[in-house]
């Protein structure tokens, strides 16, 4: 691959990191086991599409400003860590899960599932979060050879093949979750406490991002 170093190690990297639970998988999940298997795709495509606007915005220098501004990278990090606490306190508010009587999980809701919704938390959800901006400016340089004839177009491609690989692994989540959610027993009584877990966790990654400083760990 044109001005690629260790094309292998990298996709291997890029998938293991993709397998690693956070928010996004978190957030995955999460709506597959409620809502079905197009609710967890959305919520997939969502993420994926917040991370291209971050590889971009690294290729074109979006990225060192973050890096290298106080201000711009504070001002991101807080919208961000209110938005994911936003998220968990919805979900902790959410009504009780569905009786004997009603859908199985996985199966879509009375209402119907608001797909552009799912897929706009999703968004956001990754858009608001610094971090991944500052991810791919020390990740994917790894990678480019130092004879690269362009590496800003070398960039490019591996931040594209990064996010195919993370939507790959993503669309992995959203079925198991979903087939779990279809077979698991118990799983339909335990929805209520499933969102109150996941609200939770995504109140406690919130708060882990706003108490982050703007260096990658």
């Not at 989540?173 to 996941?198: C, E, H, N, Y």
């Amino acid at each position: 691959m044109m001005g690629v170093d260790n094309l292998g190690l990298f996709i291997a990297s890029g998938v293991l990191l993709n397998l690693t639970p956070g928010p996004d998988v978190l957030y995955i999940v999460s709506q597959s086991l409620r809502s079905g298997l197009k609710a967890g795709i959305c919520a997939v495509m969502g993420i994926t599409a917040g991370c291209f606007v971050h590889m971009t915005g690294a290729a074109l220098g979006v990225g060192v400003l973050l890096a290298t501004s106080a201000a711009a990278f504070h001002a991101l990090k807080w919208a961000g860590a209110a938005y994911l606490v936003y998220v968990g306190l919805q979900l902790l508010w959410r009504r009780s899960a569905p009786t004997a009587e009603g859908p199985l999980p996985g199966d879509p809701q009375p209402e119907g599932v608001a797909l552009r919704t799912v897929f706009f938390k999703g968004f956001m959800t990754n858009l608001l979060n610094p971090k991944v901006a500052l991810f791919f400016l020390a990740f994917v340089p790894q990678f480019i050879a130092a004879d690269a004839a362009s590496p800003t177009l070398t960039f490019v491609l591996l931040g594209c093949l990064f996010n195919l690989n993370g939507l790959m692994v993503g669309v992995a989540w959203a079925m198991s979750a979903a087939w779990l959610a279809r077979r698991a027993f118990g799983v339909q009584k335990s929805l209520q406490g499933l969102d109150r877990i996941a609200g939770l966790l995504f109140v406690g990654f919130g708060v882990r991002l706003a108490l982050s400083d703007a260096t990658l760990r």
